[in-house]
C-alpha cells in the first residue's frame, strides 16, 4: 500500500547530518517523504513508486541538506560603524576603539533612538539575505540596549522579525555585553538590574531562549558573569558564553560546568576548558568572519576540540561592528580556509551541530524521521560546492 504524504523529494543525493556510517550520513539516490511538517521517511536508494505525494521534486541528483542555522548572530541593531572600520585599517585596537566610547556603546546610543518598526525592517532585510543561503532558523541577541526598555524592545523586534520572514529565529538575552554609560561608576547596580528584574522578566514573559554574557577584559569578569548565569539558572534559562575571545579567562570552561549550552569564539580557550566541554556536550561555536575582521592571530584550537569530541558549530556572528556579513556560506569557506575545518565538519556546523548549540537537535539539524520538514536543495551535485564556490548559489526551500 502506497504511503501518503504532502512533499516527496526522490533521486537526491541526501546529506542527512545523522550517524549513518558515511561521510555527512550521505544518502544515494536518497528519497525523503514529509506530511504535516514532519519527515515521515527517510530512504537509501527508495522508489518513489511507493508513495503518493500532494508535491513530487526529482531531485536529478542534486544534493539536498536540512535548511541551515546560524546560531549566533546580533543581527537586531541600528547605526554604522564603519568609521571603525577605518580606524582599525589605520591600527587603531578593537579594545581602544571600545575603551574610547565607540564599539558596543556607539551601537547602543543609535539602537535606543531606533524605533521598534526600524528595528524589525532592517532585521527583516538581514534575515532575507540569510534565508536565500538556505537558513531557516537564526540566534538573536539582545545586547545594543542595555537598560531595561531596550533590551526588551530588543527581543520582541527579533521575535516579530521571525513572524514577517516566517523564520524560526532562537532570542537570547546579552545585557551583559558591555557596562552602559550610565552605569559606567556602578557595575555592581548594573548586574543587580539584569540578575533580579531582566532575566526574571524575560523568563516570564518568554521572551529569551538562553542568557548569554562576553566575559573578557573588556567586558564582564568571571566573577561578574557567574552572578548572570546564577540568576539564568534560577528562572530555568540555559547559558551560552562569548568565551575566550582575545583572552584566557576560563571563560568555556566556566559556562561548560553550568552545563551551557555554547562557548562562542574560543580562540584562546584552554585544554583544561576542552575537557570541560566535552563532558557537558557544550559546542564550540566558531566565528571566522569576527576572526578575519579583526585581523586576529590566535586561531582557536581545532585540534584539541577534534581530539576530546567536541562539537563545533559555525555562526556569521552578525552584528555592525566586527562581523558586518549575513554570508553563513562564506563563514563556512573561512572555517576550513583559515581555521582547517574539513568540509563534512564544516556541514555538520550549519547543521546538527549548530542546533546542538540551541538546544535544537530533537528538531532540526538533520534529515531524520520525526524531524522539522525543512530541507534545502542546491543546485549542485558536488556537496563541496556549499563550502567551495563563493557567489550565487541558487538553495530552493521545502516545503
Not at 545594543?144 to 516566517?166: S, V
Request: glycine share 8%.
Amino acid at each position: 500500500m502506497k504511503k501518503n504524504c504532502d512533499l516527496l523529494i526522490h533521486n537526491a543525493q541526501v546529506i542527512t547530518c545523522a550517524e549513518n556510517g558515511q561521510p555527512y550520513g550521505l544518502l544515494e539516490n536518497g528519497v525523503v517523504a514529509c506530511a504535516g511538517g514532519k519527515i515521515i521517511a527517510v530512504e537509501a536508494a527508495g522508489s518513489s513508486d511507493d508513495f503518493t505525494a500532494a508535491q513530487c521534486i526529482d531531485a536529478k541528483g542534486q544534493v539536498l541538506t536540512p535548511a541551515l542555522i546560524d546560531c549566533h548572530t546580533h543581527l537586531v541593531f541600528a547605526g554604522s560603524r564603519a568609521g571603525e572600520f577605518a580606524q582599525r585599517l589605520a591600527g587603531v585596537s578593537y579594545e581602544e576603539i571600545a575603551r574610547s566610547g565607540g564599539g558596543i556603546l556607539s551601537t547602543v546610543k543609535a539602537t535606543r533612538k531606533a524605533s521598534m518598526d526600524a528595528l524589525v525592517s532592517s532585521a527583516c532585510e538581514r534575515l532575507a539575505h540569510l534565508k536565500s543561503q538556505g537558513v531557516m532558523t537564526v540566534e538573536i541577541k539582545s545586547g545594543y540596549g542595555l537598560d531595561f526598555d531596550n533590551e526588551i524592545k530588543m527581543l520582541q523586534a527579533a521575535k516579530r522579525a521571525a513572524e514577517k520572514m516566517q523564520m524560526t529565529v532562537q532570542t537570547t538575552l546579552l545585557a551583559a555585553h558591555a557596562v552602559p554609560t550610565e552605569y559606567q561608576d556602578d557595575r555592581a547596580a548594573y548586574l543587580k538590574m539584569i540578575c533580579q528584574e531582566l532575566i526574571p522578566y524575560v523568563a516570564k514573559e518568554q521572551l529569551a531562549d538562553a542568557v548569554d554574557a562576553f566575559c573578557e577584559g573588556i567586558g564582564f569578569s568571571p566573577e561578574e558573569t557567574r552572578l548572570v548565569f546564577d540568576a539564568a539558572a534560577r528562572w530555568g534559562l540555559p547559558v551560552k558564553l562569548h568565551a575566550d575571545q582575545l583572552s584566557d579567562l576560563g571563560g568555556a570552561g566556566m559556562v561548560a560546568e553550568y552545563g551551557g549550552l555554547s562557548a562562542d569564539h574560543v580562540e584562546y580557550t584552554s585544554i583544561d576548558s576542552i575537557k570541560k566541554m566535552a563532558t557537558s556536550d557544550t559546542v564550540a561555536t566558531l566565528l571566522p568572519y569576527a576572526f578575519y575582521a579583526l585581523s586576529e592571530t590566535q586561531l582557536p584550537p581545532i585540534a584539541a576540540f577534534r581530539k576530546h569530541g567536541v562539537g563545533m558549530a559555525i555562526a556569521t556572528d552578525c552584528n555592525p561592528g566586527t562581523a558586518p556579513t549575513t554570508n553563513l556560506l562564506q563563514c563556512l569557506h573561512m572555517a576550513c580556509t583559515q581555521f582547517g575545518l574539513t568540509v563534512e565538519e564544516a556541514i555538520l556546523a550549519v547543521t546538527i551541530n549548530a542546533a546542538k548549540a540551541l538546544g535544537l537537535d530533537h528538531n532540526k539539524g538533520s534529515i531524520e524521521v520525526g524531524k522539522d520538514a525543512e530541507l534545502v536543495l542546491w543546485n549542485t551535485t558536488e556537496v563541496a560546492d556549499l563550502v567551495y564556490w563563493q557567489g550565487q548559489r541558487q538553495a530552493q526551500h521545502y516545503p
